[in-house]
Nanobody
């Protein structure tokens, strides 16, 4: 059993910053990748940023230069530092970990419960 718990969302003014965190716990053998996705009302869920266990990162064009993803492998935690936030960043943000678990042994994707980020004056 693996659980992902997100924190750090909320309401922020345009131009402001927020830092999201997502910690995984449970029967974890290893984590191969971590990432953040978001879903705005009436839109499909989209990739925001990902990071591999080796530190390789990938960003959506819309957040490049403003958002930074980082990971703490010892804590099974991924972070998303969001700067220069815009109203169009308003969405529910979901973390996803690609995890190898002990039982049944294999690699699976696990999702967080989602956390609201609202950018508004």
């Amino acid at each position: 059993q693996v659980q992902l718990v997100e924190s750090g969302g909320g309401l922020v003014q345009p131009g402001g910053s927020l830092r999201l965190s997502c910690a995984a716990s449970g029967s974890i053998f290893s984590i191969n990748a971590m990432g953040w996705y978001r879903q705005a009302p009436g839109k499909r869920r989209e990739l925001v940023a990902t990071i591999t266990s080796g530190g390789g990162t990938n960003y959506a064009d819309s957040v490049k230069g403003r958002f930074t993803i980082s990971g703490d492998n010892a804590k099974n935690t991924v972070y998303l530092q969001m700067n220069s936030l815009k109203p169009e960043d308003t969405a529910v943000y979901y973390c996803r970990h690609t995890i190898v678990v002990h039982t049944p042994f294999g690699e699976y994707n696990y999702w967080g419960q989602g956390i609201q980020v609202t950018v508004s004056s």
